[in-house]
């Protein structure tokens, strides 16, 4: 099953909805948030050997021995998922989330033949904001496989009257509610900022003048009047942990030098405040896309000193889990240039030996060539990458660094 369609569709709740459900039936399940980084198909082979261990540990079977990725044989490696997925005894849910973040060919093949070749006991779950290009149409036609559009996935008149009546005080006429039904074109994250809102007499007046402006120019007012409903301690939550694309307590805590986050973040996922678990089963957390958005540019008006100590806390404490991609980016919001290609330096003898030459040439290509030519051991290791992706239109800015290097040591 596929459920398609823009941010704040609810995609991501009904694949929790449905994870719940199997999880019920007695169904194994395994979730996997996709990024960036799983265009690279070793890290995402590597993330996915994670989920099958999470399954075998949960099966009690024994352990599966490691697997050591070739791209060139990857129905061969899609076989072997299958088969190690079988091998469970047991009805599997596979759950992607994000999968519009992936577009590298080698990923996109790997999972095409997966959901070519499983059987009725392995289902498979995908969010992705569009179609993903993983041989869709041919299962859809075969019957194997079901597709949820955004226009599905909206909220009709009656469910967005029932979504209201949960907590509105007072209730919503029928007038107010065609107002809101119109501004928010049954989009479910726009429902929740307007049910949000409400409290606000200006909004509330708004929708009893029938003059509610629609949702997408009046996003940052909307937000606004949420923000400042909250308690000061919460609003400085919200805004310093807004550079964050996910959370965790620990991570929370490290960067505002606090120790009640992990009390905070249930807080705000119990209020609705666009805050939603990555994870069912795991402790880290982000915002939605539009809250965030926001929440950030209030932030940069309000207390721009204080963005890049901020994106310098979220980089070290990354760098101390070893979490190096997130630290990177970190880093480079921060515009260290120089400690994001220390970093990057150290990384790569890790990244280079085990494959992840694609996400050597990814991160390569954020850093500005004058800050790389500062790095001759750093740029030597780029130009290896890139020599063995041929991607040669790529190394020529790097080769008179390399070349002035060899001179010098001459």
């Known amino acids: ?20 459900a199997c999880s019920a039936n007695q169904m194994l399940t395994g979730w996997l948030s996709l990024n960036g980084s799983d265009n690279d198909l070793h890290r995402f082979f590597q993330n996915f050997q994670g989920i099958l261990k999470k399954l075998s540990a949960e099966a009690k079977a024994s352990e599966n021995d490691s697997y050591e990725l070739d791209e060139g044989v990857i129905t061969s490696t899609s076989d072997w998922v299958l088969s190690q997925l079988l091998s469970l005894g047991r009805e599997v849910a596979i759950f992607l989330d994000d999968l519009h973040d992936i577009s590298g060919r080698a990923t996109l093949s790997f999972l095409r033949e997966l959901l070519a070749n499983s059987p009725s006991r392995i289902r498979w779950f995908l969010a992705s904001r569009v179609v993903p290009e993983v041989g869709l149409p041919r299962l859809v036609v075969g019957d194997q496989a079901l597709l949820i559009h955004p226009s599905d996935l909206r909220f009709t008149r009656g469910e967005l009257q029932r979504f ?109 405040l666009f805050v939603r678990r990555l994870e069912s089963q795991d402790n880290w957390f982000t915002y939605h896309a539009l809250f965030s958005k926001f929440l950030q540019e209030h932030l940069e008006a309000t207390q721009k000193w204080a963005v890049v100590e901020l994106h310098l806390r979220a980089a070290e404490w990354y760098r101390e889990h070893r979490y190096f991609e997130e ?31 694609a996400t050597v040439d990814h991160w390569s290509a954020q850093i500005p060539i004058e800050e790389l030519s500062k790095f001759p051991s750093l740029v030597a290791k780029i130009v290896w990458a890139l020599l063995f992706l041929s991607r040669h239109h790529k190394l020529e800015p790097l080769l008179p660094i390399v070349r002035a290097n060899l001179e010098n040591h001459c």
């Open 164 to 272: 209201f009546s949960r907590d509105c005080s007072p209730a919503l006429s029928d007038p107010e509610l065609d107002v809101v039904f119109a501004a928010t074109e049954g989009w479910p994250a726009a429902a929740q900022l307007y049910r949000l809102a409400l409290r606000s007499p200006p909004i509330r007046h708004s929708l009893l003048s029938g003059k509610a402006t629609h949702l997408r120019e009046m996003s940052g007012y909307l937000a606004d009047n949420v923000l400042g409903q909250q308690e000061p301690r919460i609003q400085e939550f919200l805004l310093k942990t807004s550079i964050l694309e996910r959370l965790s307590p620990s991570q929370c805590n490290a960067l505002l030098g606090r120790n009640d986050s992990a009390k905070i973040l249930e807080e705000l996922e119990h209020l609705g």
């Open 1 to 20: 099953m596929v459920f398609q369609g823009p941010a704040g569709h609810g995609k991501t709740s009904l694949m929790l909805q449905a994870e719940a």
């Open 327 to 357: 630290a990177m980016h970190h880093l480079l919001r921060a515009g260290d240039y120089s400690s994001a290609c220390l970093l990057f330096d150290e990384w790569a003898d890790a990244l280079i030996p085990d494959g992840y030459l």
